[in-house]
């Protein structure tokens, strides 16, 4: 394919040496004339390992050549790559003004282009800046439409300075923001030899994706980190810890816990979070991370309390009150306090959990019930209809299998709202559908 990239700092300069060694004919272009010079030389304009002998050899080869001039580029692109940065303004958004130059130029270029021209964001943008800020400057510039003068999408890179080369080459998937047909497929052919599997979702989802992968990168480091000055304090070889830490595969390094739902609870991990937070705080250390997690979770489920209030319908029904499904532990349910809230401002609250007898509840859990929740006992249902028949909303709180398919027996003027993604949207036919975060 002709691919233009316009851009060559890191990203671009990396992707202009791998597509061009992939057999595509890549024109670069920049501004600076050292970086355009240095690949009309043969040479890198960065420091990256592999980087150097790649350009000389697809210079050479004739496949990669560079330019300053945008205009000079387009006749015939099929693909263009913008890798150009999105600094931080003043204020800490994101500064997109020198995309937006590209898209202008690029733009104007496009109706003597003689094919049909993909444009790629590449830059590290927030959900919208593509569809809302860098698509109109494209149409008004070419006075053609998205979709059907030319295509546009989003193409997050995840490359690491010193192994950039390794990782577009050893990707293990190649992620593609499209929502058309015709700009998805010209990046599959972009890169149908690229290691990796070619992952096709939404723009707005590719652009959220790279976010979501960096803050927790960063999130990684910072909780290590904090590790590390409370277990220095507490006489703990910090990595030996981590070392034995990550030999958890099943739930500490792993998908568990990774998708959004409802708030933790249960008799360990609040308890667990406000020992270690009480510890550092007597060893008067700052961790932010460890420190705010609680909060967090307060948060989370203060957002479920304000979305039941906001339907303004006062007969609610909660199906689900331990802390999670399979079990009828309710110490520090997360859903115990929305319904002590909604009982509270005076909801009509019916109860149901399949894990929960009130007459078999024993021990530590009949204490806490007594002490902390006495209400409950009066408001709990035998079966799931009876909770339904009297029900406005219905709220969905843990994933027990029997709440799953409750969908199709909703009614009109019914709301539902899953706190925990149990039940598919697509199966809520009749009833109103409200998602946590989701």
């Known amino acids: 394919m002709r691919v233009v990239v316009v851009g060559l700092g890191y990203v671009g300069s990396v992707c202009s040496a791998c597509l061009a060694s992939h057999g595509h004919e890549v024109m670069g272009v920049d501004l600076s004339e050292f970086k355009v010079g240095c690949i009309e030389r043969g040479e890198s304009p960065i420091v990256e390992t592999g980087l150097p002998a790649m350009i000389a050899r697809e210079r050479k080869a004739g496949r990669l050549r560079a330019t300053t001039r945008i205009a000079d580029a387009m006749v015939g692109a099929e693909v263009v790559l913008l890798c150009v940065g999105t600094p931080s303004a003043a204020d800490g958004s994101l500064d997109l003004t020198h995309v937006k130059r590209s898209c202008a130029e ?12 993909t444009i790629v964001m590449r830059s590290t943008m927030l959900p919208g800046s593509v569809e809302e800020q ?7 510039a070419s006075g053609m439409k998205a979709g059907d003068g030319f295509g546009i999408a989003y193409n997050p890179e995840f490359l690491r300075e010193g192994s950039a080369v390794a990782d577009f080459e050893g990707a293990l998937y190649t992620v593609i923001g499209a929502d058309d047909p015709g700009s998805a497929d010209a990046l599959k052919r972009l890169y149908h030899d690229v290691g990796g599997e070619l992952l096709v979702t939404a723009i707005r989802t590719a652009e959220m994706l790279k976010y979501v992968n960096n803050a927790f990168h960063a999130l990684k480091v910072a909780f290590a980190n904090e590790i590390g000055r409370l277990s220095q304090r507490e006489r703990v070889d910090s990595h030996e810890v981590m070392r034995l830490f990550l030999k958890d595969t099943r739930l ?18 609040p308890k667990d979070l406000r020992a270690i937070t009480s510890r550092s705080v007597a060893h008067h250390l700052e961790l932010p991370v460890l420190q705010n997690i609680l909060r967090s979770n307060d948060e989370h489920i203060e957002a479920a309390i304000h979305l039941i209030e906001r339907l303004k319908k006062r007969r609610v ?16 349910s997360p859903i115990l306090r929305v319904i002590g809230t909604l009982v509270g401002k005076g909801y009509s609250v019916l109860l149901h959990d399949p894990n929960l007898d009130m007459e078999r509840v024993l021990g530590a859990n009949r204490r806490f019930v007594e002490d902390e929740v006495p209400y409950l006992p009066e408001r709990m249902r035998h079966t799931v209809d009876e909770v339904l028949r009297d029900s406005e909303v219905v709220v969905i709180a843990n994933g027990s299998a029997e709440y799953r398919e409750l969908g199709p027996r909703l009614v009109a003027g019914q709301v539902l709202v899953d706190l925990v993604h149990a039940v598919d949207p697509a199966t809520v036919r009749n009833a109103e559908y409200h998602g946590l975060a989701w």
Do not use: H, I, W
């Not at 331990?322 to 532990?329: E, H, I, N, P, V």
């Open 252 to 269: 500490n390094v792993s998908p568990a816990y990774l998708m959004p739902g409802f708030a933790f609870g249960g008799s360990c991990l």
């Open 134 to 140: 860098l698509l109109p400057v494209l149409e008004q």
């Open 317 to 332: 029904g909660v199906l689900g009150l331990s802390f999670k499904a399979g079990t009828d532990d309710l110490r520090e």
């Open 106 to 117: 690029v733009g104007a270029s496009l109706a003597n282009n003689g094919v049909r021209t």
